[in-house]
Each structure stands twice: as C-alpha cells, then as structure tokens.
C-alpha cells in the first residue's frame, strides 16, 4: 500500500514550497486549503466548469483534475501571482470596464484561459475567443462582454507593437 | 473598440449638476474580484472551525428504519455524527405555506430528515469533522437500514386516487390550485375564426451558480450570538428564520453576506441542509462549514419550471385575439420550500399569461402537485418564462393559422402606449408599458423586412432559419404584495443609512445586497448623485444584519428601484443636513446653497463656498465654534416601498434570429435581441448586461439545460458532464436596446430589468425554431428543451 502522505516541493507564484501533503488531495484544494490562494475556485471538481483554472509550467490546466503530489517540481502560478506580477493588468482592466463579471467567481479562470489565448500575439476572432472560452463556464454574464475585453485587449495589444 | 466609454453628462433627467444617473459607471468591487481577492464563503476559514458533510437518501421516497454509524463514530477526524431526530432537538422543522396563496398545503420539513426520506438527495445523517474529506469518508462508514416506498414522480398522475399520498395527513397530494376566468371566454372561443390549442411542456433545469451554496455557521456561548456568513440574497430573512427555528432572538443572529459566487433566486431560500449547518454550531458550540459539492447542488439546489401547460387561443381573420386559456401541472418536490412556497411560479403563470394583450377573455386553472423529487421553487424570472413561451406561443400558432406576419399580429392586439393605466385579463395592474415603442424598435434594430427577405431566399439553397418574437411583461418593485401579504417575515420596504465622515467621505449602509447585479454600483451613483459628491468617496456597505437597515435584499428586481430609491431619498437628506451645517457656519440662508463636487457652493451660481470635508472637520471636531442650539446630525436614514402599485410591470419585447441543421437537428443561434423598458436606466451597461445575462440563462432552458429523472425518482444527470449548460461557443451576440418610461411610484423612476432576458428568450427561441421548420411541414415543437432529438423527431428524421 502506497503511502497516504508525500513531501512535495513546487513553485507556486515564484515562491518555493516544500511540504508534505496527502496523496490524495487536489491540486486546487491544495492551493485553497494548504495555501490559503483561495483565488482559485472550485466550480464542478470534474474539470468541466474551468473556474479552478491555473497555470501549470506555462499551460493553462484544470486543478481540479490534477493530485496535487502530481505536481511535485511544477511552477505553478495562480491568479494572486498574474495579477502580482502585472502580466494581465491590461486584461482584469477591461473586465472591471466593459462589466465583464458579475459575480466574479468564474473570474479568475477566465482570465487565465484569455491570457493564454493572446500568449501568441496575434488578434483572435470574435468566434475564434469563444471557442477558446468555451471550457469556462459563466451563468451571469452571458459571454459577451467577455469576448468583448477580451477582443479589446487583443487589438490593444496589437497596436502597441 | 467594442468597450463604450462611460460619457459624463451634465444635468441628468434627475436634475442634478455631475449626475451619474445614466452613466455607465465601473462598479466599485471589481478590481477585488479580477485580482482573486473576493471573500466568498466558500473562501472562510475560522478557529476551531469544523466541517460537515451529509449522508445523503439514495431512494427517492423510503422509510429510514435504522442508522448504525459506531464506525463513522470512531474514523479519522470525525468530531459528531448527528441523526435527523438528534438535530430536531435544537432546531425545530418548518412549513412552507403563505395566507394569500389560499388553500396551499404543505408538510413539516426537517433539518436532517426525521423516520422518511421523501427525494433521492435528502440528507439523513451528518457527520462533521476537521476535514471535509474526513467527513465524507465516515459517511461511507454509515449503514442505513431503508424501506423503500412508492416514488410519486409524474406529475400527471399524482392526483390520481390510485396514486398513494406522500403525506397522508394531507388528505392528497395536492399543494395547491388556483382557478380563474376573466371576461367571457366561451363566448370568444365561439366567436372565432380559429381556435389552436396545443401542450408547451417546461423541463426541469436548475441555477447551477458557479459557486455552490455555502454557508459558515458560529455559535458562540460566550455571547449567546450566532453568526452566520452565508452566500444568500436575503440576509434579513434568514436571520429571521434561523432565530426562529433555534429558538432565538433575531438578535443573537447576525448574518453577514460578503462576496457570492452566483445566486438567481438559488440563494433565497430555506435549505435543509444549511439549517442543520446552523443547528450543529449551536449543537457543538464551534464553527461549522458546509458547501454543497456539485452532484449536491443539483440534487439540492431547488429545481425550477417543470411545467405542462394546455393552452388555447382564439383569433378572427383579422387577427383580433379573442381569448386565451390555459391548464397549467407543475410538480414541486415532496414540500412547498419555506418561506416563499412553490406554489408563487404556478400563480405568477396565471397573471401573466396574455398580460401584453388586450383580449379580456381568459380562463386559467394552475394545480401544483408533491412529488418524490427534488424541491421546486422560485428561480429567476418567476413564472415568467412559462407565461411568455405559451402566450408567444399560442400567438404565432394564431398567425400561423390565419396567414399572418407575426410582427403584425402582435402589433394588433398590444396594449396600446396611449392605454395605461390598464388592467391585464387577470386584474393585473399596469401604470404604463411601452410594447409597441419597443416592438417598432426591435423591428428596426433587426432590420425585419431584410432579414425576412433573406430568411426566404435561403430556403431554396436548403437553408433553413426563423425569426421568432416574444413580447412580455416582467414583474419587478414588488411591494408587500408579494410575500408580507401572506405572512412571511420577508421586508418589503429598504432602507439606507448614510454617514458623513470626518474627511468629507460617505458611508452608505444599505438593506439590499450584492451578487454580481451591480446593486453596490447603483447605490454609490444614486448618493453620489443626490447628495453631490464623487462617486469615489462613497463607501458601501452591505450584507449583515448588524450594520444594515433592516431590508429584503436583492431578488425579483427589487434592488435598484427601491434600495436605490431609499439611498436617493437619504442622499437628498444627507444633503439637507449638511447644508444647515455649512449655513450655521457660513452664516448663509441653507436653501441658496448646494453640493456639487463635494464643495459647498451658492445655488443659484456655482460659487465655491467651502469644501464638504471643511464642514465635517468642524462639526466632529470643533463642534465648539458652532452657534449655540445648533447640533449637526451627518447621520440619516431614509426607507422605500412602492406604495402605489403592488408591482412595477415592465415590459419588452425579444427576437431570435436562428437556424437549424435539418440533418442533425442542431440549432445554431444567429442573433439575438432584446428590447425592454426598465423605467430610469441608472447604469446603461449594468442594465444591458442584467439582459444578456438573462437571456443566456433562458436560451439554457430553451436548448439545453435539463435535470432528467427516471421513473424511480432517480436524478440521471446530476453532474456538468450530462447537464448542458450554455458555454461562449454557443451563444450569439445579443443586441439590447431601451425604451424609458418611468414609473412615477418613486423620484428616481427606476423599475427593475433582472428577470426580462430569462423571461423572453425561451419563448423567442422557439417560435423561432418552429418558424424555421413550418415550410417542412414539421411536427411543432413545444417541449423544452429542444435537443437535437426533439427536433430530429418534429422532422419526422428519426
């Protein structure tokens, strides 16, 4: 029988963590309960809803369906260390201008899955934005005025260069 | 550019200098939410706080004959595990039923189920622990000794003699009936030139918030208080109630509501399982969290809709609707949910239908019948949606038979602009709609006669796409009428309590709450505004009963148009206050100045006089250098209620521009547009974005969203691999516009817009979908939602 505890070490938003974590928690229950990064939300915990959306090793990935010990040597960042760091400023702004959450729960996810949709650059289409969005789920605002930042952001970008 | 900048205008309709009525002003919270910094309940964590997982009825209907939980009792972390007959101990069980909904029945629920489970989902024991997954580990550990009984499911033979009662006491399963005529519909049924009749059947869906019902309960004997942090809408309400099961003073109970993750009439009801939360705080004198997983939200969560509506019009050639009729059966779970009752969506169908008519002719039986599922309750938009699609239904089936254009019929038989005040068949009360100002502009904006034109020439490339109208009305501002009426401690006045601080700053304590609505925005541009001060220096505050006027919260669109009301009412107040301050000090007449900007100002020219926060230092501090006699008061309170109307009916219309894969029964949705009059737009974007929001949830219902049960009473599907819910790659664009008729109940004119996208869309949807198949020949499609398979079978393809 394989142990119920291991020692994990990871980085988590630049900072190192070493700690020993039972083998069969979650990566988001890890991140919420043993990090306290409660900015990472747990929608559905079968990996359909996106709101436990982070970013492992640079890819956009559902926490919900990785074991946190899966991790054990991943750079992992989270909503706390993008918005810390400044790499989505341009983003989280035109969400809180054109409205784009309401609640605000399904947020952070969302905004990971578009940052890493603009990763490349380039200006997606209207349609091309909501394929990409379409693993997270939003009951308030209908999707529209997220596609909407989210195009803004992209052609934003696109002229600064 | 698709992000419209907020434009300042100079005076509003209001007439005020700087208002931000009407501007499309950022709320203040959404920088906390982007950056993963809310407090959600789900977020909480206390000293000493435990969690609590429930052991849940795999029967739909059983009796509990034995519990053995010594296992449970001695696993890993498991602090108490507490049966349905323990918890009835400290909290005592309740009944949903209201005096102005005559007749209704129902039975006494418990907090944890007490010898009967009566829905697959029940809880029946729980066990609390350090963990949560202790917790349910220990629940595995449990052996319930079950009896299965008969599952009552259909609801169509449910009132059957042979059908057996679930609660025998009740004498039937009956929960409710309600029966009306208006006019002489026999007689216009005769009269007509054509008579269609047909069944619209509603499926079950549920709200599916984001993030699930949480709860944090906190029972302190030291103080003899508990505190509660709940995901709720109505705070208030459930102080109430919970002092009230627990045999407390709504004192000893503070609610406190920060950041919720989602609500849509979800969060505004008595869950069992939320007052066992609260029970076993109390029981084991420490904090105990419960937050309902996924497969738990669905098989808790009230369920919504669930109708099977036979319906009837009848229209002459000329398209003059001359009556409608309707028999409307919805199944609601085995209790009536405490304290609203299931029993208001079958009422609100029965105002509602035909309500944008002029026909005085109708007939309408509504009956709510128990069944061994999940509970039914009031979910966003209340009836509405139901209403809607079988008016708008029945309507185009009319056009149809009499070779109609569906604008046209409509524009034949809407309430005149120029009729109001009027009363709907039912005796609903209107002060005025606009439906045909908002018909004309939807036609507009849509380009009708083009895209009828292209609709048709379509056609002959195999192409097959509708056009489908839903014109409706929405209840909103609801005054006692609603809930007080009947007996339930529900507040239907609010309050706002505005304080001057020291630095020129205002704090704004305030009744309602915030989900997401943007009712934390509304409240800041209406102080702001009233009261002449940026908006950057007002502070809000809502959710928790100890720093809150007393008040209903946030549902049925009663936010803006009342709490804003009564924050308006306290900013002009505030205003007043001040004013006799800055004159005491200024040794001016109060009535020649103003605020604007947060400087004190002579009125009639804008000249600046002192800066506001001058008047608060000198008041907090050197009250000494006041005149003698003279006390500030920086403090006040000010209360709303509609008092004229018992509700403030909007109104709208929707189009749905859709079309349809006749080979795999897929719909693709084009287009969608809404047009609706919320009275006084205070925030444009916020508005528009309550509208997309809404249709969103009622295309869900149209196309997808479906909680599939079995015969046995089992839930099929409670889960989002199964349970379609409306994803972005879906869903249209939604164009919105307004038409602006004030109510003249309140100063700020204000009427509610939260129900009118879920109220329309489902209808629009499908008279879209039939228009699109009516050249076909195909069956009609009247059972949402419209799967692929429904619309495969209407064409006859499978």
């Known amino acids: ?161 | 550019m698709k992000i419209a900048e907020d434009v300042v205008s100079g005076l509003s309709a209001l007439d005020r200098p700087n208002s931000y009525i009407g501007r499309s002003v950022p709320r203040p919270n959404l920088d906390r939410l982007t950056q993963g910094r809310g407090q959600y309940v789900s977020d909480l964590v206390l000293p000493r706080m435990v969690h609590v997982a429930f052991l849940r009825s795999p029967h739909a209907h059983a009796r509990i004959k034995t519990i053995e939980a010594g296992q449970a009792k001695s696993a890993p972390g498991v602090v108490a595990v507490v049966t349905g007959p323990e918890l009835a101990k400290v909290i005592t069980p309740w009944v949903g039923v209201l005096t102005h909904l005559k007749g209704i029945k129902s039975a006494p629920q418990h907090a944890i189920a007490v010898d009967r489970a009566c829905w697959q989902g029940e809880a029946v024991c729980a066990v609390v622990a350090k963990s949560r997954a202790e917790a349910e580990d220990a629940c595995a550990l449990i052996d319930v000794d079950y009896e299965p009984l008969f599952a009552v499911t259909d609801a169509e033979t449910a009132l059957d003699r042979a059908t057996p009662v679930i609660h025998p006491e009740l004498g039937d399963n009956l929960t409710f009936e309600r029966a009306l005529v208006a006019g002489d519909p026999d007689k216009a049924f005769a009269e007509s030139d054509a008579v269609v009749e047909t069944t619209f059947v509603f499926g079950r869906h549920t709200g599916v918030t984001n993030e699930p019902r949480a709860i944090v309960a906190d029972w302190n004997p030291g103080e003899q208080r508990l505190t509660v942090y709940q995901g709720t809408q109505a705070p208030h309400m459930t102080q109430d109630i919970f002092a009230k099961h627990l045999n407390l003073g709504s004192h000893q109970v503070r609610v406190i509501t920060k950041d919720v993750g989602g609500s849509f009439g979800i969060k505004v009801h008595i869950y069992a399982d939320e007052m066992a939360t609260v029970a076993l705080s109390k029981l084991l004198k420490r904090p105990v969290k419960f937050v309902a997983d996924r497969f738990e939200s669905f098989t808790t969560d009230i369920h919504a809709r669930d109708h099977r509506v036979r319906a009837k019009i009848g229209v002459k050639k000329d398209g003059t609707i001359t009556a409608f009729e309707i028999d409307d059966l919805t199944g609601i779970g085995p209790y009536s949910v405490y304290p609203r009752t299931s029993g208001i969506e079958a009422n609100q169908v029965v105002n509602l239908v035909g309500g944008p008519y002029t026909s005085p002719n109708y007939r309408a039986r509504a009956r709510v019948v128990f069944q061994n599922k999940n509970v039914m309750c009031q979910y966003r938009a209340v009836g509405h949606p139901i209403a809607t699609a079988v008016t708008e239904g029945l309507v185009d089936l009319a056009a149809a038979k009499i070779g109609m254009d569906t604008a046209e019929i409509r524009r034949r038989n809407l309430i005149a602009d120029d009729a109001y005040p009027a009363v709907g068949a039912s005796g609903i009360k209107f002060e005025k709609l606009s439906h045909h100002a908002c018909l004309d502009k939807i036609l507009a904006m849509m380009d009708y006669p083009k895209l009828r034109a292209e609709q048709v020439g379509l056609r002959g490339r195999g192409i097959y796409r509708g056009i489908g109208f839903a014109s409706f009305i929405e209840v909103t501002n609801p005054s006692a009428a609603f809930y007080g009426v009947g007996g339930a401690r529900i507040s239907a006045q609010d309050g706002a309590t505005l304080r001057l601080d020291a630095t020129g700053a205002v704090f704004v304590h305030s009744g309602i709450t915030e989900q997401g609505q943007g009712a934390e925005s509304i409240l800041a541009q209406c102080v702001a505004t009233s009261f002449g001060v940026p908006i950057e220096r007002i502070r809000i505050v809502t959710g928790d009963t100890d720093n809150t006027p007393y008040g209903g919260g946030t549902w049925a669109s009663r936010a803006a148009g009342i709490g804003g009301e009564a924050a308006w009412q306290a900013g002009k107040a505030l205003r007043a206050n001040v004013l006799a301050a800055a004159a005491s000090i200024l040794q001016a007449d109060p009535k020649a100045l103003d605020i604007r900007a947060g400087i004190i100002v002579d009125s009639d020219n804008g000249r600046e006089r002192m800066p506001l926060e001058e008047v608060a230092r000198i008041v907090y501090f050197r009250p000494d250098t006041l005149p003698p006699g003279f006390q500030a008061e920086l403090v006040v309170t000010r209360h709303y209620v509609p008092r004229a109307w018992p509700f403030a009916f909007t109104n709208g219309v929707q189009a749905s521009y859709l079309e349809v894969d006749t080979r795999t029964g897929m719909v693709k949705l084009l287009k969608h547009w809404c047009v609706e009059d919320c009275g006084t737009v205070i925030n444009p974007q916020l508005v528009d974005e309550q509208v997309r929001g809404g249709v969103v949830q009622g295309i869900g219902a149209a196309l997808y969203e479906h909680c599939l049960y079995d015969e046995t009473g089992q839930l099929l599907n409670g889960n989002l691999m199964d349970y379609l819910l409306p994803m972005a790659n879906e869903m249209p664009d939604i164009e919105v516009g307004h038409v602006v008729t004030p109510t003249a109940d309140s100063e700020l004119g204000a009427k509610g817009a939260g129900e009118a996208g879920t109220a329309g869309a489902p209808g629009s949807v499908m008279n879209a979908l039939n228009d699109a198949l009516r050249p076909l020949n195909a069956a009609l499609l009247v059972e949402m939602p419209f799967t692929p398979e429904r619309v495969l079978r209407a064409l006859g393809r499978v």
């Open chain 1, 1 to 161: 029988m394989s142990a119920r505890h291991l020692d994990i070490n990871m980085r988590v938003n630049g900072e190192a963590v070493s700690t020993r974590v039972e083998a069969r928690k979650t990566l988001v229950d890890f991140l919420r309960e043993d990090l306290s990064l409660t900015g990472t939300h747990v929608g559905c915990e079968h990996g359909v809803c996106g709101a436990c959306t982070v970013r492992l090793g640079g890819e956009a990935v559902r926490s919900c369906l990785l074991l946190a010990v899966q991790c054990d040597g991943a750079e992992i960042e989270t909503i706390e260390g993008l918005s810390d760091s400044g790499a989505i400023t341009d983003l989280q702004s035109a969400f809180a201008r054109r409205n784009a959450l309401q609640c605000g729960y399904c947020t952070p996810g969302m905004l990971i899955s578009a940052h890493e949709l603009l990763a490349n650059g380039t200006v997606p289409s209207r349609s091309q934005i909501r394929e990409h969005i379409s693993g997270n789920y939003c009951r308030c605002t209908g999707y529209q005025a997220i596609v909407d930042a989210i195009e803004q952001v992209a052609q934003t970008r696109a002229t600064a260069k």
